[in-house]
């Protein structure tokens, strides 16, 4: 089992950047491919970002892609997003998600979810 916490939102003014960093425990991190998704108020939660169990890959929402990275540090049980150029439109709840099954955009391949942080964008 693993258990996720994140970490690092908050308010920023449009053009500015945040890094939100998602705390994982269990000793089989290193083996899940980890996600970043994110929600708005009235929409359905969205992919934003993944990386693959080595680090080796990612992959990215076509609306944050040249803006925002994936990285990952498994000795220290970690995932990072590095979000550069925010715009309001990126304002939502961020949640971090460890990988079970399927494809890396769709929220049903994640089976451990994180309880969140706030990002919000002002123009």
């Known amino acids: 089992q693993v258990q996720l916490v994140e970490s690092g939102g908050g308010l920023v003014q449009a053009g500015g950047s945040l890094r939100l960093s998602c705390a994982a425990s269990?000793?089989?991190?290193?083996?899940?491919?980890m996600g970043w998704f994110r929600q708005a108020p009235g929409k359905e939660r969205e992919f934003v970002a993944a990386?693959?169990?080595?680090?080796?890959?990612?992959y990215y929402a076509d609306s944050v892609k040249g803006r925002f990275t994936i990285s990952r540090d498994n000795a220290e049980n970690t995932v990072l997003l590095h979000m550069n150029s925010l715009k309001p439109e990126d304002t939502a709840v961020y949640y971090c998600a460890a990988h079970y099954s399927g494809s890396y955009y769709r929220v049903s391949s994640y089976n451990y979810w994180g309880q969140g942080t706030q990002v919000t964008v002002s123009s």
């Open positions: 990386i693959s169990w080595s680090g080796g890959s990612a």
């Open positions: 269990g000793r089989t991190f290193s083996t899940y491919a």
